[in-house]
């Protein structure tokens, strides 16, 4: 079976068609899905999204939706789930929007299956480009899927997400023993004083 199969595939909007020449061509401003809000990981860093100054009103095909797949079309080609937390994002055409037939397959099990070593280094032999290699759609449509069924990616997806949870809670941990370790480092220098 094939990613084709099971999803429909598009791109996202070429931004330079509807970019805003000047303050008096924008028709509407809209936030931006880019790649630095996209972790190695496939989660979506909220820190900050870009504004985009639309000269249209443009699609909703263009914004993200709960259930959405978006893959990143170059190098590393990381894909991301998304949530209904992340809705109505403004999705650039260097992500690939995949919308699975949640029939036969959890999108989110779809993310995590498109972020595997072997899915990346399928894609790594069907790059074209020669200074910035990049996927097509056709390509990702031929991408092999492993049948399974929900239930199992139902048991996956619960197990994901306690990972992903437990890698989150150790980063924080260790960003707390760094500053306990700095504070005290730099108690013990100011008592030889």
């Given at each position: 079976?094939?990613?084709?199969?099971?999803?429909?595939?598009?791109?996202?909007?070429v931004l330079?068609?509807?970019?805003?020449?000047?303050?008096?061509?924008?028709?509407?401003k809209?936030?931006?899905?880019?790649?630095?809000?996209?972790?190695d990981?496939g989660?979506?860093?909220?820190?900050?999204?870009?504004?985009?100054?639309?000269?249209?009103e443009?699609?909703?095909?263009y914004?993200?939706?709960?259930?959405d797949?978006?893959m990143?079309?170059?190098?590393?080609?990381?894909?991301?789930?998304?949530?209904k937390?992340?809705?109505?994002?403004?999705?650039?055409?260097?992500?690939?929007?995949?919308k699975?037939d949640?029939n036969?397959?959890?999108?989110e099990?779809?993310a995590w299956?498109?972020?595997t070593f072997?899915?990346?280094?399928?894609l790594?032999r069907s790059?074209?480009?020669?200074?910035?290699?990049?996927?097509?759609?056709?390509?990702?449509k031929?991408?092999?899927?492993?049948?399974?069924?929900?239930s199992?990616?139902?048991?996956?997806?619960?197990?994901?997400?306690?990972?992903?949870?437990e890698?989150l809670?150790y980063?924080?941990?260790?960003?707390?023993k760094?500053?306990?370790?700095?504070?005290?480092?730099?108690?013990?220098?100011?008592?030889?004083?």
């Open positions: 079976m094939e990613l084709g199969d099971i999803a429909r595939i598009k791109t996202g909007l330079s068609r509807k970019k805003a020449k000047d303050e008096y061509d924008i028709k509407a809209y936030r931006l899905l880019s790649l630095k809000n996209v972790t990981e989660i979506i860093n909220t820190d900050s999204f870009e504004e985009f100054n639309s000269n249209d443009l699609d909703d095909h914004f993200t939706k709960e259930g797949v978006l990143r079309l170059s190098h590393p080609n990381t894909s991301v789930y998304i949530g937390e992340h809705n109505g994002l403004l999705i650039p055409s260097y992500f690939a929007i995949i699975v949640i036969k397959y959890l999108p099990y779809i299956y498109l972020n072997e899915v990346k280094k399928e790594e790059q074209s480009g020669s200074r910035i290699p990049s996927t097509n759609k056709n390509v990702l031929a991408l092999p899927v492993v049948k399974t069924t929900i199992k990616q139902k048991a996956f997806i619960e197990l994901l997400r306690l990972h992903q949870q890698k809670l980063k924080r941990l260790l960003e707390e760094e500053v306990w370790f700095k504070g005290i480092s730099r108690q013990i220098l100011k008592d030889t004083n």
